[in-house]
T-cell receptor, first 112, second 112 residues
Framework: SQQGEEDPQALSIQEGENATMNCSYKTSINNLQWYRQNSGRGLVHLILIRSNEREKHSGRLRVTLDTSKKSSSLLITASRAADTASYFCATDARGGSEKLVFGKGTKLTVNP | KAGVTQTPRYLIKTRGQQVTLSCSPISGHRSVSWYQQTPGQGLQFLFEYFSETQRNKGNFPGRFSGRQFSNSRSEMNVSTLELGDSALYLC???????????FGQGTRLTVV
């Protein structure tokens, strides 16, 4: 079952621009994570934000979490062609029976 | 430290057959989870094993089963394959108490 919904489904930008992706979820969570997937391969963990945190940074990544709106955003600054990938949010739901519940992802294309 | 290893990487099977996929977690990780990824349904949780016990299970038919060995290696089995089982099957391992999941490269299963 999909808990998270990413928005937009696809995003195309130029190198150097910022990319913002949004994620909404349905139930109370312990934490929310963002993953990257290159071309149908394995997922790579990017960043985790706990339910009591509002913002977190890691290099060129900035994640925000608004538990009142059940939403999160991922900002990639100064994007590079190598950032081209699909990005997924995943929630670790409180009391949930699933390990991680993923959204459908945002496909990001960064044009050189 | 070696990452999560999944074998085989690619597999072609005929409808009605059964298949076994293997996953070796990162050394020291005792939690192994399996996910199915398809274009239509996205990433869906199959099951999670911890110390040889199934801890959580997703909403999949009984044809999908798994197990975990004492060395934390895990296998999943799909019996009576259907065309709709064609997917990328991803395995992830986590250390005890950590929400972060480390994914393997996946096994691409094609059912013809």
């Amino acid at each position: 079952s999909q808990q998270g919904e990413e928005d937009p489904q696809a995003l195309s930008i130029q190198e150097g621009e910022n990319a913002t992706m949004n994620c909404s979820y349905k139930t109370s969570i312990n934490n929310l994570q963002w993953y990257r997937q290159n071309s149908g391969r394995g997922l790579v963990h990017l960043i985790l934000i706990r339910s009591n945190e509002r913002e977190k940074h890691s290099g060129r990544l900035r994640v925000t979490l608004d538990t009142s709106k059940k939403s999160s955003s991922l900002l990639i600054t100064a994007s590079r062609a190598a950032d081209t990938a699909s990005y997924f949010c995943a929630t670790d739901a409180r009391g949930g029976s699933e390990k991680l519940v993923f959204g459908k992802g945002t496909k990001l294309t960064v044009n050189p | 430290k070696a990452g999560v290893t999944q074998t085989p990487r690619y597999l072609i099977k005929t409808r009605g057959q059964q298949v076994t996929l293997s996953c070796s977690p990162i050394s020291g990780h005792r939690s192994v989870s399996w996910y199915q990824q398809t274009p239509g349904q996205g990433l869906q949780f199959l099951f999670e094993y911890f110390s040889e016990t199934q801890r959580n299970k997703g909403n999949f038919p009984g044809r999908f089963s798994g197990r975990q060995f004492s060395n934390s290696r895990s296998e999943m089995n799909v019996s009576t394959l259907e065309l709709g089982d064609s997917a990328l099957y991803l395995c992830a391992s986590s250390s005890t108490g950590s929400a972060e999941a480390f994914f393997g490269q996946g096994t691409r299963l094609t059912v013809v």
